[in-house]
């Protein structure tokens, strides 16, 4: 049981240090919203799904080369590539991870992150807390924001 305990919790480290190199491929390339989700739950094949923006084809097909680079530099098997060719949605295979780097309207139109998850996990570890989504901040301050217009129109009454 020990045995089982450990080689779960190796494991795990594997996983978040492949999901550092990952992301720390996509920030070397300045990679537009960066989103992790745990898919540990949702699918046997992979324990997370990385989805990010590049604005060109050729920003994503550098954001795919530098994640394959990290990812080797950290230990790894060489990611397996597809999409390259026309660059506006490119996977890269991590094995444990995959990474889908999209053009912002293709991000748009497939919206991944319905598909896995609605709650993002931390990018790196020891990182704050993603924050909620924008969606469910909006309404709050807009609630706020007509609040105090109200209150100011009594006042000038």
Not at 61 to 72: G, I, N, P, Q, T
Not at 91 to 117: F, K, S
Not at 136 to 144: G, L, M, N, S
């Amino acid at each position: 049981m020990t045995t089982t305990k450990s080689s779960e919790s190796a494991a795990k480290k594997d996983v978040a240090k492949l999901q550092r190199a990952i992301v720390d491929g996509l920030e070397d390339v300045k990679a537009q919203d960066i989103q992790v989700f745990n898919t540990e739950h949702l699918s046997p094949l992979f324990e997370r799904v990385i989805v990010a923006s590049g604005t060109s084809n050729r920003q994503t097909k550098a954001l795919a080369a530098s994640v394959r680079d990290k990812v080797k530099e950290a230990g790894f098997v060489k990611p397996r590539i597809e999409g390259e060719d026309n660059g506006e949605w490119i996977i890269v295979d991590c094995g444990a991870a995959v990474a889908h780097i999209m053009q912002p309207t293709i991000r748009q139109y497939y919206r991944l992150e319905e598909l896995w998850g609605d709650t993002p996990v931390r990018l790196k570890l020891g990182a704050a807390k993603p924050a909620a989504p924008a969606a469910a901040k909006v309404p709050a301050k807009t609630a706020a924001r007509r609040a105090a217009k109200a209150a100011a129109e009594q006042d000038a009454d």
